[in-house]
Nanobody, 120 residues
């Protein structure tokens, strides 16, 4: 089993900043990819930022220049620094990791989600 524990969501005004954190734990042999998705009410879940299997960070176009993904490999932790937030960023943000465990083949795991609300 793998657990992803998220924190850092909240209410912020447009132009403000938040930092999300996600720590993975459990029967982890290696993490192939790790990053963030989001889902707004009535919309599909979409990728926000992710470290690919090659270690390169990828961002959806609408957050480039505003969001930064970072990681601490020793702690199996990924962060999302969100600056210049816009109302369109309002969503539940989910941490995701593609994990090779000590008991099974690769599988994707999800955090519980953390609400980000951008409103004036």
């Amino acid at each position: 089993q793998v657990q992803l524990v998220e924190s850092g969501g909240g209410l912020v005004q447009p132009g403000g900043s938040l930092r999300l954190s996600c720590a993975a734990s459990g029967s982890i042999f290696s993490i192939n990819t790790m990053g963030w998705y989001r889902q707004a009410p009535g919309k599909q879940r979409e990728l926000v930022a992710v470290f690919g299997s090659d270690g390169v960070a990828n961002y959806r176009y609408s957050v480039k220049g505003r969001f930064t993904i970072n990681r601490d490999n020793a702690k199996n932790t990924v962060y999302l620094q969100m600056n210049n937030l816009k109302p369109e960023d309002t969503a539940v943000y989910y941490c995701n990791a593609d994990v090779l465990t000590t008991y099974q083949t690769e599988a994707k795991w999800w955090g519980q989600g953390t609400q980000v609300t951008v409103s004036s």
